[in-house]
T-cell receptor, first 113, second 110 residues
Framework: DADVTQTPRNRITKTGKRIMLECSQT?????MYWYRQDPGLGLRLIYY???????NKGEISDGYSVSRQAQAKFSLSLESAIPNQTALYFC????????????FGPGTRLTVL | EDKVVQSPLSLVVHEGDTVTLNCSYE??????LLWYKQEKKAPTFLFML????IEKKSGRLSSILDKKELSSILNITATQTGDSAIYLC??????????FGQGTILTVHP
């Protein structure tokens, strides 16, 4: 079973719609992250959370919000989707101690028409 | 503003060639530098480097960090078609946030 799962894996939606992307992990990690990936831009951090009561903006948080419902769940919302939010979205987790290596989910490909 | 820059952005080689990928960074509170490989799915971890001058090695891949030059290189020897991927460099700051470079797209032809 995958340690970090994301749902949905693919989504096509229309401008103005509200979208929620969900991430769950069974690794027992405290830290969770949402990134988006666009060609030629690498991964850019949207939001991150170091525990259930902690939410922090990344470099491109405008137009997004997050909720950390439990240690294992971190969801990303687009309140009113726009076409330039078309991208590949990754959730990642890391441990509080040790290497701080981040483990990535399989990604959600979102298309906003 | 924290910045991680990778070069080249893309590279095409033939099987058996040796490649060197570069990563330079400017961050406020450096903790470590990580390399990831991304095929048609999620990035997978390759190396984490914290100390200057100590080479990390895994099979045909190796990497080294130069904290004086604020850079790292990833070497792949005797490349194979299975090495074709995007190679991502990321720098971790002291409070656990990663800043990624744009990635290098490596294509290895038979």
């Amino acid at each position: 079973d995958a340690d970090v799962t994301q749902t949905p894996r693919n989504r096509i939606t229309k401008t103005g719609k509200r979208i929620m992307l969900e991430c769950s992990q069974t690794k027992g990690h405290d830290r969770m992250y949402w990134y988006r990936q666009d060609p030629g831009l690498g991964l850019r951090l949207i939001y991150y959370s170091f525990d259930v009561k902690d939410i922090n903006k990344g470099e491109i948080s405008d137009g997004y919000s997050v909720s950390r419902q439990a240690q294992a769940k971190f969801s990303l919302s687009l309140e009113s989707a726009i076409p330039n939010q078309t991208a590949l979205y990754f959730c990642a987790t890391s441990d509080l101690t040790g290497t701080h290596e981040q483990f990535f989910g399989p990604g959600t490909r979102l298309t906003v028409l | 503003e924290d910045k991680v820059v990778q070069s080249p952005l893309s590279l095409v080689v033939h099987e058996g060639d040796t490649v060197t990928l570069n990563c330079s960074y400017e961050v406020t509170n450096f903790r470590s530098l990580l390399w990831y490989k991304q095929e048609k799915k999620a990035p997978t971890f390759l190396f984490m480097l914290t100390s200057s001058g100590i080479e990390k090695k895994s099979g045909r891949l190796s990497s080294i960090l130069d904290k004086k030059e604020l850079s790292s290189i990833l070497n792949i020897t005797a490349t194979q078609t299975g090495d074709s991927a995007i190679y991502l460099c990321a720098v971790e700051e002291s409070y656990g946030k990663l800043t990624f470079g744009q990635g290098t797209i490596l294509t290895v032809h038979p």
